[in-house]
Nanobody, 119 residues
Framework: QVQVVASGGGLVQAGGSLRLSCAAS????????MGWFRQAPGKEREFVAAIRWSGGSGSYADSVKGRFTISRDNAKNTVYLQMNSLKPEDTAVYYC????????????WGQGTQVTVSS
């Protein structure tokens, strides 16, 4: 089992920045992919970014490319999502998730953290 806990959400003005954290615990993570997703009111959950514990620079949704950066600290078992140049349309509940590399679906989900961007 893998447990993931997301934190760091809050209220920020448009153009501002926030950094989300996802602390992972449980099994070893070298073969896991960590992802960030978000769900805005009335909309479906959407992919934001993902990164492997074992290496690589990450992948991003087109809507956040150039503004968001996903990174990891293997020593702390923590994945971060640095969000810059935030827009009101980034307002959503952000979720951290984990899955084994190669699997289609994410198996482990955190509780979500609210990000609100005011105009």
């Amino acid at each position: 089992q893998v447990q993931v806990v997301a934190s760091g959400g809050g209220l920020v003005q448009a153009g501002g920045s926030l950094r989300l954290s996802c602390a992972a615990s449980g099994r070893t993570f070298s073969t896991y992919l960590m992802g960030w997703f978000r769900q805005a009111p009335g909309k479906e959950r959407e992919f934001v970014a993902a990164i492997r514990w074992s290496g690589g620079s990450g992948s991003y949704a087109d809507s956040v490319k150039g503004r968001f950066t996903i990174s990891r600290d293997n020593a702390k078992n923590t994945v971060y999502l640095q969000m810059n140049s935030l827009k009101p349309e980034d307002t959503a509940v952000y979720y951290c998730a984990a899955k084994l590399v190669g699997r289609l679906d994410y198996d482990y989900w955190g509780q979500g953290t609210q990000v609100t961007v005011s105009s």
